[in-house]
């Protein structure tokens, strides 16, 4: 019901009044993942929840994969299998196509750059720390994300950059702004001129689209 109804409040709007609720939507989200990237760093972490989660459950799923032995003359460093030899693992310690991080042929860590439970019995058996950022794909990694400085300054932990431009990566645009309702839409005045409308509209989707572009560029050259 509250479903439908906000989609009749939607097809009332004009084109600049919906350029509006997307542009203040996307905000929102925004502005969201800046509270929870602040959390993290009060709480020193390093990686998400999301990621922690993902990485336990591999290191829980370790002690199905009892068979471990060191390769001689492969391309990779370990093999991992299951007591009945039907599931295997082959891991590499440092992996150069990955940034040197430890890397494996299963589909899990393929999917995911998350160390699986292969990796995670190599670590038991090298004695190795392997919870630790430097096992795991620079996409996961906290300080990488677009809104990692951003956070750092609204945590007072870096000073802002002066009066430069803020980068797309650090730029949280309407962060500001309040949380608004169809009332506060209705009373929104805007342009009686179809080509002034047309501009606004075009403005704020060209901003929301350059973010979209600028994370995904990102997401592709961090693999």
């Not at 998400?48 to 003359?73: C, G, H, I």
């Not at 038991?124 to 300054?153: G, M, V």
């Amino acid at each position: 019901k509250e479903k439908g109804v906000k989609k009749k409040e939607l097809r009332s709007f004009n084109l600049y009044q919906l350029w509006q609720h997307l542009s203040n939507q996307f905000n929102r989200m925004e502005a969201r993942s800046l509270d929870i990237i602040c959390d993290l760093i009060r709480s020193k972490k390093k990686w998400s929840t999301f990621v922690d989660n993902m990485w336990q459950e591999q290191y829980r799923k370790a002690v199905d994969l009892p068979l471990a032995e060191l390769a001689v003359d492969c391309d990779f460093d370990w093999r991992v299998l299951s007591s009945d030899q039907t599931v295997s693992h082959l891991v590499v310690l440092e992996d150069d196509r990955l940034g040197g991080i430890p890397s494996c042929n299963c589909a899990c860590f393929i999917s995911s750059l998350v160390p699986c439970a292969g990796i995670c019995v190599v670590f038991s058996r090298i004695d190795a720390s392997l919870f630790h950022e430097a096992n795991l794909h620079r996409r996961w990694r906290l300080e990488y994300h677009p809104l990692y400085t951003k956070a750092l300054e609204k945590l007072n932990l870096i000073h802002p950059k002066g009066t430069e431009e803020p980068s797309p990566e650090t730029m949280v645009p309407g962060y500001s702004q309040s949380h608004l309702d169809i009332t506060a839409y209705q009373s929104v005045l805007y342009p009686a001129k179809a080509d002034v409308r047309y501009s606004v509209a075009h403005c704020e989707s060209a901003g929301i689209s350059q973010q979209f572009a600028w994370r995904w560029k990102g997401s592709l050259s961090s693999t």
